[in-house]
Protein backbone atom coordinates (compact mmCIF):
# COMPACT_ATOMS: atom_id res chain seq x y z
CA UNK A 1 0.00 0.00 0.00
CA UNK A 2 1.09 3.52 -0.94
CA UNK A 3 -0.32 6.51 0.46
CA UNK A 4 0.35 10.15 -1.56
CA UNK A 5 -0.40 13.77 -0.57
CA UNK A 6 -0.47 16.62 -2.65
CA UNK A 7 0.53 20.30 -1.28
CA UNK A 8 1.70 23.27 -3.08
CA UNK A 9 -1.81 24.37 -4.89
CA UNK A 10 -3.04 27.87 -4.83
CA UNK A 11 -3.84 31.11 -6.47
CA UNK A 12 -1.25 32.59 -9.00
CA UNK A 13 -1.69 34.91 -11.69
CA UNK A 14 -1.87 34.26 -15.05
CA UNK A 15 1.60 34.25 -16.43
CA UNK A 16 3.30 32.96 -13.10
CA UNK A 17 4.79 30.25 -11.38
CA UNK A 18 3.37 27.23 -8.52
CA UNK A 19 5.76 24.34 -7.19
CA UNK A 20 3.63 21.17 -6.11
CA UNK A 21 4.85 18.61 -4.14
CA UNK A 22 3.86 14.91 -3.26
CA UNK A 23 4.87 13.11 -0.70
CA UNK A 24 4.73 9.10 -0.51
CA UNK A 25 5.03 6.84 2.04
CA UNK A 26 4.03 2.68 2.44
CA UNK A 27 6.21 0.68 0.03
CA UNK A 28 9.69 1.62 -1.20
CA UNK A 29 8.87 4.96 -3.54
CA UNK A 30 11.52 4.51 -5.77
CA UNK A 31 9.68 0.89 -7.12
CA UNK A 32 7.35 3.26 -8.19
CA UNK A 33 6.69 5.27 -11.38
CA UNK A 34 4.94 8.64 -10.42
CA UNK A 35 2.51 10.96 -12.55
CA UNK A 36 0.91 13.84 -12.19
CA UNK A 37 -2.27 14.26 -13.51
CA UNK A 38 -5.15 17.28 -13.74
CA UNK A 39 -9.01 17.14 -13.68
CA UNK A 40 -10.85 20.76 -14.57
CA UNK A 41 -14.39 20.88 -13.80
CA UNK A 42 -16.52 19.18 -16.26
CA UNK A 43 -13.51 17.92 -17.65
CA UNK A 44 -12.05 14.49 -17.80
CA UNK A 45 -8.90 13.91 -15.80
CA UNK A 46 -5.59 14.65 -18.25
CA UNK A 47 -2.43 13.23 -17.87
CA UNK A 48 0.28 16.56 -17.28
CA UNK A 49 3.52 14.61 -16.38
CA UNK A 50 5.67 11.40 -15.13
CA UNK A 51 8.54 10.27 -13.94
CA UNK A 52 10.50 7.01 -13.89
CA UNK A 53 12.20 5.82 -10.85
CA UNK A 54 15.58 6.63 -13.01
CA UNK A 55 14.48 10.39 -13.16
CA UNK A 56 13.33 9.95 -16.96
CA UNK A 57 10.44 12.09 -17.75
CA UNK A 58 7.44 12.76 -20.22
CA UNK A 59 5.15 15.65 -20.46
CA UNK A 60 2.14 16.47 -22.20
CA UNK A 61 2.32 18.49 -25.32
CA UNK A 62 0.78 21.12 -23.73
CA UNK A 63 2.95 21.54 -20.53
CA UNK A 64 6.37 20.83 -22.55
CA UNK A 65 8.79 23.62 -22.10
CA UNK A 66 6.87 24.89 -18.87
CA UNK A 67 6.33 22.26 -16.30
CA UNK A 68 9.22 20.28 -14.95
CA UNK A 69 8.61 17.11 -12.75
CA UNK A 70 11.02 15.96 -10.36
CA UNK A 71 11.60 13.61 -7.73
CA UNK A 72 13.87 12.94 -4.33
CA UNK A 73 13.84 8.95 -4.00
CA UNK A 74 16.08 9.60 -0.78
CA UNK A 75 13.22 11.58 0.78
CA UNK A 76 10.43 9.86 -0.95
CA UNK A 77 8.95 13.27 -2.54
CA UNK A 78 8.25 14.19 -6.00
CA UNK A 79 7.76 17.92 -7.28
CA UNK A 80 5.99 19.58 -10.51
CA UNK A 81 6.87 23.05 -10.93
CA UNK A 82 4.69 25.41 -13.00
CA UNK A 83 6.38 28.11 -15.02
CA UNK A 84 4.09 30.72 -17.19
CA UNK A 85 0.86 29.10 -16.02
CA UNK A 86 -1.73 30.05 -18.61
CA UNK A 87 -5.88 29.97 -17.19
CA UNK A 88 -6.64 26.16 -18.56
CA UNK A 89 -3.59 25.31 -16.29
CA UNK A 90 -6.80 25.97 -13.67
CA UNK A 91 -7.32 22.21 -12.20
CA UNK A 92 -7.10 19.62 -9.30
CA UNK A 93 -3.90 18.20 -9.34
CA UNK A 94 -3.57 14.79 -8.25
CA UNK A 95 -0.20 12.66 -7.95
CA UNK A 96 0.00 8.84 -8.48
CA UNK A 97 1.79 6.21 -8.11
CA UNK A 98 2.07 3.04 -10.44
CA UNK A 99 3.80 -0.12 -9.30
CA UNK A 100 5.67 -0.43 -12.96
CA UNK A 101 9.02 0.48 -14.47
CA UNK A 102 7.01 1.71 -17.38
CA UNK A 103 5.50 5.59 -17.89
CA UNK A 104 1.69 5.48 -19.20
CA UNK A 105 -0.63 8.60 -19.47
CA UNK A 106 -3.97 6.82 -19.11
CA UNK A 107 -4.84 7.30 -15.23
CA UNK A 108 -6.68 3.86 -15.01
CA UNK A 109 -3.87 2.32 -14.79
CA UNK A 110 -2.26 4.22 -11.81
CA UNK A 111 -2.36 2.19 -8.50
CA UNK A 112 -2.47 4.94 -6.07
CA UNK A 113 -3.89 8.35 -5.68
CA UNK A 114 -3.56 11.48 -4.05
CA UNK A 115 -6.85 13.82 -2.71
CA UNK A 116 -5.71 16.78 -5.05
CA UNK A 117 -4.71 20.13 -4.60
CA UNK A 118 -6.39 22.95 -6.15
CA UNK A 119 -4.28 25.59 -8.47
CA UNK A 120 -6.53 28.82 -9.54
CA UNK A 121 -5.04 31.29 -12.08
CA UNK A 122 -6.67 34.46 -12.17
CA UNK A 123 -6.42 37.28 -14.84
Known amino acids: QVQVVESGGGLVQAGGSLRLSCAASGRTFGSFTMGWFRQAPGKEREFVAAIRWSGGSYYADSVKGRFTISRDNAKNKMYLQMNSLKHEGAAVYYC?????????????????WGQGTQVTVSS
Open 96 to 112: AARYSVSVTTNPYEYDY
